[in-house]
């Protein structure tokens, strides 16, 4: 089984042009919302470590902004 975020993919299909470029088609259960950001501004890698509930990312980045900030990597990511 393959998920696109929480959508479940339930068939694909393979396609080709006459040309044989290919592409590929994959259907899934649910509709996909897509992101907005209520800046104007992309945020930064920093802020998105910082408070990613804010831009809705739902997965632990906890422990990777503690290693960047006990390495002092944060200019690494502004």
Known sequence: EYFVNNA????SEEFAS???FKQ???VID???QPFVSSRSLPPTAF???EK???YEI???LSAFNYRVKQEELKELFQ
């Open 8 to 11: 479940k993919i339930t068939r």
């Open 18 to 20: 006459m040309e044989g």
């Open 24 to 26: 590929l088609l994959y």
């Open 30 to 32: 649910e509709i996909l």
């Open 47 to 49: 802020e998105l470590l």
């Open 52 to 54: 990613p509930d804010l």
């Open 58 to 60: 739902r997965e632990p």
